[in-house]
């Protein structure tokens, strides 16, 4: 059953009444008389109308309903988008190989900046509505928490332009304002800055969850915290640069790693807004079924409901498990997981199976081992909504910020300020391996107390917590880790062929027998449910050892797992990971052509 979210229950369509997008002019608003634009904002009900328009630029298929949370952030080193390289599909986008003819490109870009514009409209009109005049107190406060989502929702939407394509036109007014609507590109830092200005101020104007009433579908302290942390970190970290053109590092790094650490602190201080959960999988599960995860462990997510392009996602349709098209409910497959991912994560780690699905569901509604060429994220299941049959879109929502990612922020930011962490940052990413090795914490290991040996475990730590949720390309652009963790993921993959290194007792085969699927059991459940041929060793084990047979068993099928990668996996013009990828070129996307050919003052750079 489709859900409708509190945050959206007044019409959406209320947005319209100010933008209108398009690919001749991302900045073309609707004439509106001052009048109509003034009785827009002449009560809080009229006026939270308006923000409901703001927020709906987050969800639909040009948003995180799709192509912003599981289309533009491919690939790094967990994922790749599935099938060859088109450079004007989403393939060209995970082989860093788009075209600024790419349509994945063009309405996210114009999306995000509808967003913008109407959150200036907002901003503009709240202060000088009436009910800021003579309303009461309570209806005052109730603006002001208006203004600050508004300025948290425009600083989300400048965070995901900057990070797509660096250098982006900047607007802090209506367009209509604008004396010259065709502007060029400011400076990332800029942009940067003031949108951490706005949200230092956007925390004194809206409540923690409880405060609010809130639920993880509409912005609550806790996100304002959080995004202005992850804005701060992205500051202090590298990027793209235009002249010259090479990665460089923010201006005044300390400044804002100080800045992450406060906000992120502040949000682990208030263990009542928001805790982890005691499991992992249950955070997912909650995203699936419209309820809130047991500890709100999940700040804010985007939520998804109406079915339709504009509103809904096909988060679990288009990624996910992959589901046989003849199945009960037929849907995943369109993000495939590097087959080295699922080897990063120790067999005692519970967050494996559910990053890394290495099984589909076959056209009886039962489990199959896939080959490892066809492994996916596994986060998002559509056998875990209450949908069948051929729909794509689940009303399944996007986590934009989790407090597992804050803990290990604040200390990633605390081991940069004090050239080496202290106790608390150590623990706070204690508690997330914790977690992961629930019923197994003597396998969890010792946390380095060392600067660089730190920074190293954070950083392997956000690639095993988060994968899948659209975060690891860009933490390792920030990182200034992209060519290096590409180049090492290919030797990785050369391994693996090979059965080197790491990948020595990796199997060639696994042999294995259809079975039942249950999608109410855990991932590991589902797992330990395959019928895998052993040969005196645990199941479990099979994963990390020799081939258990020279040849099929009777009454088992084969299925490749080593043997399914070959060396055009790892270097292939077709279907080559991270095929064209270039250093100090393709750390960000090309705009969309026709932008460029209607902003004079717009320039494409970046050798695109």
Known sequence: MKKTKSILFASCLVGALFFTNSCNDFLDPENLSSISEAQQFDSTDDTFSALIGVYAQLGGDDGYGQRLSLILPQSGDDFRTSGNYNCNDRRGVATFGACATNTELNNPFGKLYTGIE??????????????????????????????????????????????????????????????????????????????????????????????????????????????????????????????????????????????????????????????????????????????????????????????GVRTDSKIGYYNGLKHHDNSVWKGGGGINALPTYFYEFSKFDLRRDMNVGIFTINAANQAELAASNAWTDSKYRKSWTSITGPSQTLAVDWPLLRLSDVMLMFAEADNEINGAPSQEAKNA???????????????????????????????????????????????????????????????????????????????????????????????????????????????????????????????????????????????????GYAQYFQVNKRELLPIYFEYIQNNYNLTQDYGY
């Open 118 to 307: 109407r959150a200036n409209l907002v901003l503009k009109n709240i202060p000088l509505s009436p009910v800021m005049q003579t309303g009461s107190a309570q209806e005052k406060a109730l603006m002001n928490r208006y203004l600050g989502e508004a300025l948290t929702l425009r600083a989300q939407y400048y965070y995901e332009l900057i990070r797509n394509w660096g250098d982006v036109p900047f607007y802090l007014v209506p367009a209509s304002e604008l004396p010259e609507q065709n502007q060029p590109k400011t400076d990332r830092d800029i942009i940067y800055d003031q949108m951490i200005n706005d949200l230092e101020k956007a925390a004194t104007l809206v409540p923690w969850r409880s405060e609010g009433g809130t639920t993880s579908n509409r912005i609550s302290k806790g996100f304002v915290k959080g995004l202005r942390a992850r804005i701060a970190l992205a500051r202090a970290g590298y990027s793209l640069r235009r002249n010259p053109q090479i990665m460089a590092q923010g201006s005044n790094p300390q400044k804002y790693y100080q800045i992450a650490l406060t906000e992120c602190k502040d949000i682990m201080n208030h263990s009542g807004e928001h805790s982890l959960n005691p499991s992992y999988e249950s955070v997912f599960r909650a995203l699936h079924t419209n309820a809130q995860d047991a500890t709100n462990e999940v700040i804010f997510a985007v939520g998804a409901f109406g079915g």
């Open 429 to 575: 990413l204690l508690a997330v391996r914790n977690r992961a090795y629930a019923g197994n914490l003597g396998q969890v290991g010792a946390i380095p107390s060392d600067k660089v040996g730190f920074f190293n475990a954070v950083v392997q730590e956000r690639l095993l917590e988060l994968g899948s949720e659209g975060i690891r390309k860009y933490d390792l652009i920030r990182w200034n880790l992209l060519a290096t963790k590409i180049a090492e993921t290919k030797a990785k993959l050369t391994a693996f062929i090979n059965g080197t290194g790491a990948y020595a007792n990796v199997p060639l085969n696994i042999y294995y027998k259809n079975s039942v699927y249950d999608p109410t059991k855990t991932a590991q459940q589902n797992i330990a449910a395959i019928d895998v041929y052993t040969t005196g060793t645990d199941k479990s084990a099979v994963f990390y050892l020799p081939n258990q047979s020279a040849t099929t068993p009777a009454g088992y099928k084969s299925i490749a797992w080593r043997s399914g990668i070959t060396a055009t996996y790892v270097d292939n013009p077709a279907s």
